[in-house]
């Protein structure tokens, strides 16, 4: 599935496409992260942790930092800051 490049930065999950100003998604980057939110909600992982995971298991480089973001701006958002540490 093709989406519109809206930004200079390729997100985590696609690459840019042979069609210029889109971008392609890479399913298994992307059930990866999913996989890797699910875990840092329930305090499995921290942040830190699970941006090496996704480095390890991908092999594309994530910040924590960038992580953070995505987790925040997924439905879920403000869960990190509730949960207990």
């Known amino acids: ?3 519109k490049r809206k930004t ?3 997100p985590f999950g696609y690459k840019e ?3 210029k100003g ?3 998604e890479i399913p298994e980057q992307l059930q990866e992260l ?3 939110k699910k875990h840092i909600i329930n ?3 921290s942040l830190r942790g699970a941006s090496e995971q996704l ?3 991908t092999g594309r480089k994530i910040s924590y930092v960038g992580l953070k973001k995505i ?3 997924s439905k879920i958002k403000g869960l990190l800051d509730k949960r207990e540490v």
Do not use: A, P, Y
């Open 55 to 57: 480095e390890h298991k």
């Open 8 to 10: 200079s930065t390729i």
């Open 71 to 73: 987790v925040d701006k």
């Open 17 to 19: 496409s042979d069609e």
């Open 1 to 3: 599935m093709l989406t």
């Open 43 to 45: 305090g499995s992982l």
């Open 22 to 24: 889109f971008l392609e």
């Open 34 to 36: 999913e996989e890797t």
